[in-house]
């Protein structure tokens, strides 16, 4: 049995990275946006930075990555009733 494994080289700042590497990157990204704009949720007790920060996620890696959007989606839902629960605390 015989395996290929493909793995893609792109050139980013002059050197060599992997496909996986960057996929490394945008979750980190992503996971460190999230996080930010969790933060901020509880200073501000608005939900109102959340979304506008996973609306911008949406769209940047809508363009970029079908994975990454999925991604992204899942972490909406995941945090959804932590920030509801955040801004219902102050209504």
Request: include cysteine.
């Amino acid at each position: 049995m015989v395996t290929n494994i493909v793995v893609t080289v792109v050139l980013q700042k002059g050197k060599f990275v992997t496909m996986n590497e960057i996929k490394h990157e945008y979750v980190a990204e992503i996971q460190n946006a999230i996080w930010k704009a969790y933060k901020e949720v509880r200073e501000t007790k608005s939900a109102r930075g959340f979304n506008d920060t996973v609306q911008a996620l949406e769209n940047k890696y809508s363009e970029v990555s079908k994975p990454m959007c999925d991604f992204i989606s899942w972490l909406k839902c995941a945090w959804a009733p932590i920030i509801n629960e955040i801004v219902s605390e102050c209504q």
